[in-house]
């Protein structure tokens, strides 16, 4: 997320008690611009997956660093440089992961209406848009691992007393400042059941 996005999602967030944010741009699309009834859009961070992709570089790293630096470890040099190939491989798999999954944070942007959570998701030609009525909200789950907790982000979980056809449950994950993300939907769910 660039930092116009940031400082306009803590802008949005500084305003908890629930006004309009009619008009305002929030990450410089034209959609946004003149949406009625938005309150709050982010998207969320990568930092979270960004700490998972550099620990795994460098716990890769070292291990065929230790490997290669010790020839007859495997019981022998041929046995080791099979090992390093195996776990040269396994670390590339784990990295090219972490980077699509970078990547694909990208693709996804978190809405809040007046009327619903909205989680979008688009790449290439393909969108997907997975929406939640307000009105339909019966509790919340606010989530932090110790990485998303040093880093102010965490899991809003959204619960919904679903029947069979039901949603039942919408998340939005590693949003920056997620408590008052959490704050700001019960603040206007509550005040449209009153």
Known sequence: MTDANQ??????????????T???????SHADQGASGVLFVTNPSAKPTAVKLGLTALVGLAVVGYLLSRPDLLGGPE???????VVAFVFVVAVARLLV???????????????????????????????LPLEKVRGYERTQSRVQTALNVGTVGFLTA??????????????????????????HVEREQY
């Open 162 to 187: 679903a029947d069979a056809r039901g949603i039942g449950f919408l998340a939005f994950e590693n949003v920056p400042e997620s408590e008052r993300v959490q704050a700001l939907i019960r603040r």
């Open 7 to 20: 400082r306009t999602t803590a802008e949005q967030l500084a305003d908890t008690d629930g006004k309009r």
């Open 22 to 28: 009619d008009g305002d741009p929030t990450n410089g």
């Open 101 to 131: 999954r970078v990547y694909l944070l990208t693709r996804f942007r978190y809405v809040v209406t007046e009327d619903a959570l909205r989680r979008e998701y688009s790449l290439l030609y393909s969108s997907k848009s997975r929406e």
């Open 79 to 85: 046995a080791t440089q099979i090992g390093v190939y």
